[in-house]
């Protein structure tokens, strides 16, 4: 068996997830993704570190549909996105996750930002994207307070 509690702080702190956390529901933590490809993109992550969808436990099953879901909300409501592709890619990053990018069909502009879906309506291409942190830190407050009272 691998070191999953090894690989779960690496995941963790690669993704700088206790730091961007949206809210943590059903053993899945959603929080902002770091590099933003996309207006809101995400990261929904098990908490527990299993790498397998079929060693999900029932709660953790249930977690994850429930944070799929609330992420599309979040993207859809708070952000005015048309549609959310969520990516379990898992090549270099073992923890079951999921990449979550809202998509858009216009240029969307939000805290002196902007950004051009230039894959709609294709699929995105993952690129490495340098989002600065003040900005980050502004949208993880701004979708936190809404995540909260979904």
């Not at 299993?50 to 029932?58: G, I």
Request: aromatic share 6%; hydrophobic share 40%; net charge negative.
């Amino acid at each position: 068996m691998l070191d999953l509690q090894r690989d779960l702080e690496m995941f963790r702190a690669k993704f700088r997830i206790d730091e961007l956390s949206l809210t943590e529901r059903g053993g899945w933590m959603l929080s902002l993704r770091p590099g933003q490809l996309t207006l809101g993109s995400m990261v929904l992550s098990v908490t527990s570190g299993t790498q397998d969808l079929a060693r999900l436990t029932p709660e953790e099953g249930a977690g994850l549909v429930a944070g799929l879901g609330l992420a599309e909300q979040l993207a859809r409501k708070q952000l005015g996105a048309v549609r959310t592709n969520a990516l379990c890619l898992m090549m270099q990053d073992p923890v079951l996750h999921f990449h979550i990018f809202p998509r858009y069909d216009a240029l969307k502009q939000r805290h002196g930002q902007s950004w051009q879906d230039t894959d709609w309506p294709g699929p995105p291409t993952i690129t490495p994207v340098e989002t600065p942190e003040a900005l980050l830190m502004v949208l993880r407050d701004e979708l936190r307070d809404t995540a909260i009272t979904c």
